[in-house]
């Protein structure tokens, strides 16, 4: 099992409940992406992600992980102002 830690930025205005955001944000997962766990923590401007994957290798996993935040970022209207910081 690999702990991907990844974040997004957007607006600080925007409140976001972290547990609702782990819904719609593991709501997004394909089995493919073999993703057992999601952590989410908010601050003004931030969401920090801790996913917990069952990849074969680090690579793999940070790449689902990348694929997980690109489909919820595209098909949630919460996260619109939302994106993927640069890793």
Do not use: K
Not at 40 to 49: A, F, M
Not at 56 to 74: F, G, M, P, S, V
């Amino acid at each position: 099992m690999h702990l991907i830690t990844t974040q997004l930025v957007g607006p600080a205005s925007t409140p976001i409940d972290p547990q609702l955001l782990a819904y719609v944000i593991r709501s997004h997962a394909e089995p493919a992406d073999r993703v057992e766990h999601l952590r989410v923590h908010v601050e003004p401007g931030r969401i920090g992600l801790a996913v917990f994957l069952l990849a074969d290798n680090e690579a793999d996993a940070e790449q689902a992980t990348r694929r997980l935040c690109h489909r919820a970022l595209e098909n949630t209207p919460l996260l619109a102002q939302w994106h993927l910081l640069a890793s």
